[in-house]
C-alpha cells in the first residue's frame, strides 16, 4: 500500500502525541491529509477511506489497526496496519501517511516504529510493506530502506503495465 | 489461498455444469466441500466462509466472483476469484476446491480454465494464486504448474515458521 513518506526526514522538534483509537471525525481527517498529499490516485483514496470506515464499524475484529499523529490536538499523520489473515505473525503496513506541512519532522519514521513495537508486543515476527515500483515511489522506497526494510519479492507489471508491485519485508 | 487440487486428475466422463451465481444454500454446501477436503485449517475454513458471506451481501460489489461445478444438481466443486484492489487487470485465485469424492475427473482443470477465461474477457491481465511452501502442497503446487502457472515470488516463514508463501502466476 502507498505512503507519501520521503527519505530526507530530520526535524526531531515538536515530538508527537500518539493516539491509537479512531473516531468518526477522523474519518474525514484521513481523507483530508491522502489527499493533501497529491500522492495517491482516486481509488487508492477510496481504499484509505474503506479502512477507516471498516474501522469505525468492526474495531478490532476489523483487522485494521490505527496509529494517528498529533501535535496540539491536530492530526498529522496515520499509520494502518494489521495482522494478516490464515498467517500466524506476519502483518501489513497498510498505510501511511503525513501531512505535507508537517513532513521532515520524523513523524513518518516515529509512526513506523511505532506500529513495529505493536506488532512485536502482539507476537507478530514480520512486517510487509507493498508498494509501486515507479519512479514517484524512490524517496518511498529509500525511507522503508533507510527503517531497516528490505526488498522480499518483485511482480512486474502487478499494479498496471510497466508498474511492478515491490514487497519489502522486516524481520523483528 | 489454499486449493486441495491434485495433479493427477484425468477422468473426463461426466462434465460438469458451471454455475455462476451463488444463493444462500451453497454457503453450507461450500463449508461442507472445503472441510471434506481435509486439507484445511479452522481459521482458513473461516476465510473461504467469509468469502461467500461477502459475496451473499454485496454481490459483484464484494469483488469476489464464484464459479461453481455441478453434477446431476450437486456441488462437487468451487472456484472463488476477483480483481486485486488498486491494480488494473490483476487477479487474485482466492480459492479453489474440489469434493474429494469427486476428484480425479478434471473439475480443477476446468474450474480453472473457466476463471482465465472470465478474467480475460473482463481485461484481466494476470492470475495470482498463493500457496503454501509445504510438503503438503506439493501435488497442489504440481497442478498449477501443468495448468501454465509459474512462481513469481517465494516469501520465506510468510504463513509461519517453516511454512513460506508460493506466488504463482500466469500471464493470460
Given at each position: 500500500m502507498p505512503s507519501n513518506i520521503h527519505s530526507h526526514e530530520s526535524r526531531e522538534e515538536y515530538p508527537p502525541t500518539l493516539r491509537y483509537d479512531v473516531t468518526p471525525s477522523d474519518r474525514d481527517v484521513i481523507k483530508r491529509i491522502v489527499e493533501g498529499t497529491g500522492f495517491f490516485r482516486t481509488d487508492e483514496i477510496s481504499v484509505a477511506v474503506e479502512l477507516i470506515d471498516e474501522?469505525?464499524?468492526?474495531?478490532?475484529?476489523?483487522?485494521?489497526?490505527?496509529?494517528?499523529?498529533?501535535?496540539?490536538?491536530?492530526?498529522?499523520?496515520?499509520?494502518?496496519?494489521?495482522?494478516?489473515?490464515?498467517?500466524?505473525?506476519?502483518?501489513?503496513?497498510?498505510?501511511?501517511?503525513?501531512?505535507?506541512?508537517?513532513?521532515?519532522?520524523?513523524?513518518?519514521?516515529i509512526l513506523l516504529r511505532e506500529v513495529e513495537r505493536h506488532v512485536l508486543q502482539n507476537g507478530g515476527r514480520h512486517i510487509y510493506i507493498e508498494t509501486?515500483?515507479?519512479?514517484?515511489?524512490?524517496?518511498?522506497?529509500?525511507?522503508?530502506?533507510?527503517?531497516?526494510?528490505?526488498?522480499?519479492?518483485?511482480?512486474?507489471?502487478?499494479?498496471?503495465?510497466?508498474?511492478?508491485?515491490?514487497?519489502?519485508?522486516?524481520?523483528?
Open positions: 474501522r469505525l464499524k468492526k474495531g478490532d475484529a476489523s483487522g485494521y489497526y490505527f496509529i494517528l499523529a498529533e501535535m496540539v490536538g491536530i492530526v498529522t499523520g496515520y499509520a494502518c496496519y494489521g495482522p494478516i489473515a490464515c498467517t500466524l505473525g506476519s502483518y501489513d503496513l497498510h498505510w501511511i501517511a503525513v501531512d505535507p506541512a508537517y513532513q521532515r519532522r520524523s513523524l513518518g519514521r509501486s515500483g515507479r519512479p514517484q515511489y524512490i524517496p518511498t522506497r529509500s525511507f522503508y530502506q533507510q527503517c531497516g526494510y528490505q526488498i522480499a519479492a518483485v511482480l512486474p507489471d502487478f499494479y498496471d503495465r510497466n508498474d511492478d508491485k515491490v514487497v519489502w519485508r522486516k524481520i523483528l
